[in-house]
């Protein structure tokens, strides 16, 4: 989807402000957030994408307005709604609703270390060979779809080059819409600078990302 | 809903944001309908606060100063190398280590979200998500690496690396000149998260 979240290239947000020593989480309720996120994706009522999509959904302004553990506290209650986990009016007070059943977690403290370490492999066998090798030259798609995709708007429409072949890895554009994880081939792709922003663009410098090939055409 | 980035402090008594209380209520409701194991939230916290952290890629670039053979094998397959140090999750985090030399300097963002390579990092700090990074790493790179301090010399390339699918980037620093008697430990000391996502040089001791 064209939305606020495809922030490659835009202009107005200021400088990047690091900050000394900093914490892993700014406030104890952040880690809560990153937790529950953790734990109730373990019910799996939702995938990877889906979750990013559902950050992307969020209205614009709320977006922009939001820090980053804000939108993953807003995305995570729409998901759980979404999935039927919780109900509005058990959100609204804060308590079970009478008779509800008491489900058993599914991850338990003595799990933690294994579901951390757990981020499965999105790489996928699948029949046929990769359309395109090292060195081709390919074409970004200009396509909009309006739901979730990896390919930034930045590079729709540019020319770029093939540096990698990752093999085929599961599809962000169908996984997020529970329409299957459709593995598609993935590449390392690498634009010149000058390519994506013209003569704002320095001559020596390049920009690399990883799109699958649904994205590219040949060039 | 708060806009609260942080509790406030006053003199040593803690008051909750509306936000804090927002995830207080939520966490309540999960544990109450069993969706969620209280204890299992605290040892996930721990582990990001104390086991998972730039310490575990500082091992990763040190290894690759002091070890030829081993960087060959990191630029080659990152996975399969950090996996050798048995860092968490690495194995199968898809990883690729993208090495700066005399004339290439790499800086890594992700435009679209924040991912990160949390087995040898961390979780990203706030700049890393900042709308600010997001958008001006891709088309103004060497104006952000000013942000940090850096200027590049002249003949130096400058690649970025989005992340839009699940590869995550490992940048291998220049190891400074004047390092050649330290051993690994104390290399190790020397690497800075930062100069891991590319916005920092490591300085010599």
């Known amino acids: 989807m064209n939305g606020v979240h495809d922030m490659g290239g835009m202009h107005g947000f200021g400088p990047v402000l690091p900050e000394a020593n900093e914490p892993v989480f700014h406030a104890a309720w952040e880690g809560r957030v990153r937790a529950l996120s953790v734990l109730m994706g373990a019910w799996r009522l939702w995938n990877i994408d889906a979750g990013r999509h559902s950050i992307e959904r969020l209205p614009p302004a709320d977006y922009l307005r939001m820090s980053y553990f804000e939108k993953w506290l807003e995305a995570l209650v729409n998901r759980l709604l979404a999935a039927g986990l919780v109900t509005p009016e058990e959100l609204a007070s804060g308590r079970k609703a009478d008779g509800a059943a008491v489900a058993s977690p599914p991850v338990t403290a003595d799990m933690v270390t294994d579901i951390i370490a757990a981020r499965g492999s999105y ?6 060979k990769p359309r395109f090798a090292a060195g081709d030259r390919i074409r970004a798609k200009n396509i909009h779809p309006e739901g979730h995709t990896r390919l930034p708007r930045y590079v729709r429409g540019r020319l770029g080059v093939i540096e990698r072949d990752h093999g085929a890895h599961v599809f962000p554009d169908s996984n997020a819409r529970f329409a299957g994880e459709a593995p598609r081939f993935l590449y390392t792709v690498r634009f010149t600078a000058r390519e994506l922003w013209g003569n704002a663009g320095n001559a020596a410098d390049a920009v690399s990302l990883d799109l699958w090939e649904d994205y590219l055409d040949p060039a | 809903m708060s806009g609260d980035h942080h509790d406030h402090d006053h003199a040593g008594q803690e008051v909750p944001s509306a936000t804090a209380l927002r995830v207080k209520a939520l966490e309540s409701l999960l544990v109450e309908k069993g969706l969620v194991d209280p204890a299992a939230m ?19 670039v040190a290894r690759a ?33 993208v090495e700066n030399t005399a004339t290439v300097h790499n800086l890594v963002v992700c435009t679209l979200c924040s991912c990160y390579p949390w087995p040898v990092l961390g979780l990203p700090p706030v700049w890393y998500k900042s709308s600010a990074y997001r958008s001006r790493a891709v088309i103004d790179p060497r104006g952000v690496l000013r942000d940090f301090g850096v200027t590049l010399n002249e003949g130096v390339s400058v690649r970025v690396w ?12 220049q190891r400074p000149a004047g390092t050649e008697a330290m051993n690994e430990d104390a290399l190790a000391l020397l690497v800075t998260r930062d100069s891991m996502v590319g916005v920092a040089l490591v300085a010599a001791p």
């Open chain 2, 162 to 173: 989005d992340s839009t699918a699940e590869l995550r980037y490992l940048v291998v620093p």
């Open chain 2, 65 to 97: 100063w002091t070890d030829p053979a081993y960087k060959t094998r990191l630029l080659a397959d990152a996975s399969a190398a950090i996996a050798e140090l048995g860092f968490l999750g690495s194995e199968r985090a898809h990883m690729v280590a």
């Open chain 2, 42 to 60: 605290d040892a996930i916290i721990d582990a990001y606060e104390t086991r998972i952290g730039p310490r575990n890629g500082a091992r990763v």
């Open chain 1, 123 to 128: 790489r996928r066998d699948v029949p046929g």
